[in-house]
């Protein structure tokens, strides 16, 4: 059975507590190197931007259109430029 938009968009909410705790200071980031925290935040960067994307390439693919829907992707697009501000500042 296909996933639905909605199930795309959840399976991105990780990513985004992960970006944001880390750049709030609250995730734990104990015993890494800056370099390992900006290639975690920059691998959920592009988890975000992958889910961002899907969309069918025909009316026989069961991908949902999430870069079609109408559903609200602040949350994703605003940790998307989250993360990317905290790898540049933490280069």
């Given amino acids: 059975m296909a996933q639905t938009v909605t199930e795309c968009l959840a399976a991105g909410t990780d990513s985004v507590t992960l970006i944001d705790g880390v750049k709030a200071g609250t995730w734990n980031v104990e015993g890494m190197e800056q370099s390992e925290i900006n290639d975690m935040v920059q691998r959920n960067v592009d988890h975000l931007e992958l889910i ?5 390439v025909d009316e026989d693919d069961e991908t949902p259109d999430v870069a079609g829907s109408s559903e609200d992707k602040t949350s994703y697009t605003t940790a998307i430029s989250t993360g990317k501000s905290y790898i540049a500042d933490n280069s």
Wanted: proline share 20%.
């Fill in 52 to 56: 961002l994307e899907y969309a069918p």
